[in-house]
């Protein structure tokens, strides 16, 4: 087969071949610039010339196809060629007024027309980027200014107006030109943005390959925006020709430095004012596609290098004394806390980082310093923020990547996290059992103090453990979360990437777009307009104790440097494990006491085991008074050995009011300097007294008994003590240590372990740790007038606590949502038969099956290891779905659709109900489904049917999500 084009005419070879008698012969024309469609003829296949004709094109590039398809429709030959028309006229530009719009607003556009327009008319069409038409006009005489009104119903972003010219012989010349209707964005309440790199090397823009990459992953329901891409318009409209939005690098803090030329330094204003102004002009410039958030940064920190620990400069050490003046009342204050003699403020200075480390009992001066550099560090983001903010007023600022895992990072996430609309941080930074537990106190503290951020998400990376990429969204989304985040998107590696080169989904992606589509489809609604309850037990944090933990266990520069799974205790320093020749000598020497990121893993575990969700609180909170006014009634401090003196106080005065105090060891030893106190801040109200402020480091055994609990746990540190007379001891380490101290105090009781319980993640991957979690569950239940029972305790069918399973709870109104998140690290791996006691007189559902479960109260289900479930507890039982649609629709004008959910009584509740639509033509289009809310069992769905979809009968679809009642309704559309 050939194919020419002579004359304004297709003309087609078709050869004499036996196989092809009885086939048909389509011929397709479009247009190169938009692929519209503009001419089609079918005809029976007959060998020779077959000639068609073409009726008037309008000028420009066009495409001719040409298909032959035997009796049952499979091609069997095809052929395409490329030619160009010449019209009389060519419409060279269209211009206006502005790019930017609303529906309803007009726009004006001037005409650049080349060639005679007498006798022409005009046609304008709107069309949404799904080639769905909003607006065709009547042809109206050419004006070189014309006036057009954009219409209602548009579903995305960019959108297309295409201008006709058009004489008695047809159509002469056509444009487009794009506008854009910024609200106009696919609605969702769980997000997954992508890494966006180069697919395959490709660099194009326009690449053909990036787009079918993007569009099959945002079919498949699991891709909403480009994260960590440029910050610019061509970027932000290319996501937006994919239907995505973005969440763009608009800056950087990415090891920077306190002040070194050509490292980024945080002391340089020359920079931080070029840097505001920079993104101040792209936020502006990406504002019209809205963005789902600006990122300040990925893994930002300051360095750990050099760079980053001193600077030895004038700016330095004046930003420095700046800073002093701002912390101390006056010169004498700092030289008695620091232990020095400073003639004047501008004498501060200092050769080398050593010289600040001289006595670690007061390494005051190495405290203020890094805390001087946590400032800095802050200010810059929240600079950025409001530059960011004023090229785009209330667009969501934030960071992603961030992990603290040295002193020298600079972060305070108390300080990073307040005012940010953006908190995102790495899954194992979080996930209790993804490998990295010394890391999870970033992902509660973001989880807390980022509590109010629009955006709130996790990367992916390394979630390809055993269940990862199904558990790891349904941890995101049943602890308040609302996305996840997978840089490898653009990487074809099955192991990593989404999708192989065929398109189909990699074994790691497969799982997590399934968890994801499920959780778009209704969960995630649901929980996006309910609040988490907390219970009201908080751990401490704060980054001056972070830098304490750094003095006691010489731990260097990186976390990492404790291991991944077991802390190397027992190693005679740390720093020797850094290959940082300065650091060695810095910190070697120091025998390693304990460290906080180790100690609160292990509470943070040990309390969700426990069957409470507790919550994060900084320093800065407690120092206002957070004790007193959040309903906080336990305080836990792990290895918290920096306390401020306005903390002790707030402690101290939480206790009178019946407060529940519980720590491990070496707790309150120094003061918010990292100096030593002469006096520990809270051994009397522990009812202890030391024999020193050494710690015994030696592993052993450690045995305790209250009430009905007994355990025995391995420990490696304890503090030499003996009871002050007050307290009463039910535990001992071997060599005759009292521990497990308690202590009723100032009106309120207190639980001093005296042991580490580095033991208690490795007991629990063996399963063995209940014990333990007996023991302290009794000092909390323990029937006196201070009791703290879990608000919802997972039994196994003996009654006793299931232990490895995280409970999150929600409420919308009087609606209750549980989150059960079972552990998927213990050797067993085995499913297990469980009691969960809801509310009584409540309608229980399985949200994930969407099935009603029976009454509230003891209800027994099988959990699954990695396998999360949600449940629903409703104050009435769903009777059924209503939907409701007009009859008779015309396309271009807007139809109702609404949906109730029925139950006996008046007062229904929040529900969410999963919607599609079906065409005439069997098409199901993802531009059309929806997620609902219904914030009183009822709400109304509305779009716009456009005027070149089919005509004939439509229908939708309703499932309500937690009870799975279904609905739909039909209706005309003509």
């Not at 080169?501 to 959780?519: G, Q, R, Y």
């Not at 063996?766 to 305790?793: I, K, Y």
Request: charged residues 25%; aromatic residues 10%.
């Amino acid at each position: 087969m050939g194919t020419q084009f002579v004359e304004r005419a297709i003309v087609v070879e078709l050869h004499d071949q036996p196989p092809l008698r009885g086939a048909q012969v389509q011929l397709r024309v479009h247009r190169c610039d938009t692929y519209q469609k503009v001419w089609e003829v079918d005809s029976m296949y007959a060998p020779g010339k077959w000639t068609v004709p073409l009726p008037q094109l309008s000028a420009g590039e066009h495409q001719a196809e040409v298909r032959v398809t035997n009796r049952a429709g499979a091609t069997v030959d095809w052929d395409a060629i490329r030619f160009t028309i010449t019209g009389r006229v060519t419409l060279q530009a269209i211009l206006l007024d502005k790019q930017e719009v609303t529906p309803g607003a007009q726009v004006r556009c001037r005409l650049q027309v080349q060639g005679a327009v007498d006798k022409l008319q005009t046609v304008f069409r709107w069309y949404d980027h799904w080639d769905r038409l909003l607006l065709v006009t009547a042809p109206v005489p050419f004006a070189e200014e014309v006036k057009v009104t954009a219409p209602a119903g548009s579903l995305s972003v960019l959108n297309h107006l295409e201008v006709t010219l058009r004489s008695d012989r047809g159509p002469e010349a056509v444009a487009r030109t794009e506008l854009l209707l910024s609200e106009s964005v696919r609605p969702t309440d769980f997000y997954m943005p992508y890494w966006k790199g180069l697919v395959w090397k490709e660099h194009s823009p326009g690449s053909w390959r990036r787009r079918l990459l993007w569009d099959e992953l945002r079919r498949r329901g699991a891709a909403d925006a480009w994260s960590n891409c440029k910050a610019n318009g061509r970027e932000a409209r290319e996501a937006a020709l994919n239907h995505l939005r973005t969440v763009p690098y608009t800056a950087s803090f990415h090891q920077v430095s306190i002040d070194k030329a050509g490292r980024d330094p945080l002391l340089s204003e020359e920079r931080l004012v070029t840097m505001e102004q920079d993104v101040r002009q792209r936020a502006g410039e990406m504002r019209p596609y809205n963005p789902l958030a600006h990122t300040l940064g990925d893994e930002n920190y300051v360095t750990n290098k050099p760079a980053g620990r001193f600077a030895d400069t004038p700016r330095a050490w004046s930003a420095f004394q700046q800073y002093l003046r701002s912390r101390y009342p006056d010169l004498a204050a700092l030289n008695a806390q620091w232990g020095v003699d400073f003639a004047a403020w501008e004498k501060i200075r200092f050769d080398n980082e050593a010289q600040m480390l001289t006595d670690l009992d007061n390494p005051s001066a190495w405290v203020d310093y890094r805390m001087f550099v946590t400032r800095h560090f802050v200010d810059a983001h929240r600079r950025m923020r409001r530059a960011i903010r004023k090229g785009d007023p209330g667009v969501s600022v934030g960071w992603d990547g961030a992990t603290q895992f040295s002193s020298y990072n600079g972060q305070d996430w108390w300080e990073l996290c307040r005012g940010m609309e953006l908190v995102q941080t790495y899954q194992n930074a979080f996930v209790p059992d993804a490998g990295y537990p010394w890391w999870i106190f970033n992902g509660q503290a973001l989880d807390s103090f980022g509590r109010s951020a629009s955006l709130r998400g996790l990367w992916m990376n390394k979630a390809d453990f055993d269940f990862g990429g199904r558990y790891v969204p349904w941890h995101v989304l049943l602890n308040g979360w609302n996305s996840v985040w997978w840089w490898q998107a653009t990487f074809l590696h099955p192991a990593n990437g989404p999708l192989r080169w065929d398109m189909k989904l990699t074994p790691i992606a497969e799982s997590m777009v399934a968890a994801v589509k499920e959780i778009k489809q209704g969960p995630g609604t649901l929980l996006a307009h309910a609040r988490k309850a907390a219970s009201p037990i908080a751990v401490h944090y704060s980054a001056t104790n972070f830098h304490a933990s750094t003095i006691e266990s010489g731990m260097a520069n990186y976390l990492g440097n404790l291991g991944k799974s077991a802390a190397f205790w027992m190693a005679p320093e740390l720093a020797s494990r850094s290959s940082d020749i300065e650091m060695r000598k810095l910190w070697g020497g120091i025998t390693p006491k304990g460290h906080y990121a180790v100690a609160s893993a292990n509470f943070y575990l040990l309390l969700n085991d426990m069957g409470f969700e507790p919550r994060t609180v900084a320093r800065q909170e407690i120092e206002a008074g957070a004790l007193a006014t959040s309903g906080i009634r336990v305080l836990v401090l792990p290895f918290v050995v920096s306390l401020s003196d306005l903390e002790v106080k707030q402690i101290r005065e939480f206790m009178t009011r019946g407060g529940i105090l519980i720590a491990d060891y070496r707790c309150g030893l120094r003061d918010e300097h990292g100096r030593l106190r002469e006096k520990p801040a809270l051994d009397d109200v522990f009812g202890i007294q030391r024999k020193s402020l050494q710690v015994r480091r030696q592993p052993g055994t450690f045995t305790a008994n209250f009430e009905l609990a007994s355990a025995q746990f391995p420990t490696v540190f304890h503090d030499p003590l003996v009871l002050d007379g007050s307290a009463e001891a039910w535990g001992y380490h071997d060599d005759g240590t009292p521990g497990y101290v308690v202590n009723y105090a100032l009106g309120g009781k207190s639980l001093y372990l005296n042991a580490d319980l580095t033991g208690y993640l490795h007991l629990r991957r063996r399963g063995s740790e209940r014990d333990v979690r007996e023991l302290l569950t009794a000092f909390l239940t323990v029937r006196d007038a201070l009791t703290m029972f879990p608000p919802f305790p997972v039994k196994l069918r003996q009654g006793h606590a299931a232990g490895r399973i995280e409970v999150t709870r929600f409420s919308d109104r009087d609606t209750r949502y549980y989150g059960v998140l079972p552990a998927f690290d213990v050797d067993d791996k085995a499913a297990r038969r469980v009691v969960l006691p809801f509310p009584e007189g409540t309608y229980v559902y399985d949200v994930r099956t969407r099935k009603y479960l029976g009454p509230g109260g003891p209800i027994e289900v099988t959990i699954e290891p990695g396998g999360p479930q949600m449940y629903a507890a409703l104050p009435y039982k769903v009777a059924d779905l209503s939907i409701d649609a007009a009859q008779g629709v015309t396309r271009g004008e807007p139809v109702a659709i609404r949906i109730a959910v029925t139950a006996p009584t008046e007062a229904v509740g929040p529900h969410a109900a999963r919607i599609e639509v079906r065409l005439p033509d069997g098409r199901q289009p993802e531009y059309l489904a929806r997620t609902l809310y219904l914030p009183q069992g009822e709400e109304v769905f509305t779009f716009v049917p456009a005027l070149n979809s089919p005509a004939g009968r439509w229908s939708v679809s309703a499932v309500e999500v937690i009870s799975g009642k279904r609905t739909s309704v039909h209706f005309d559309v003509r």
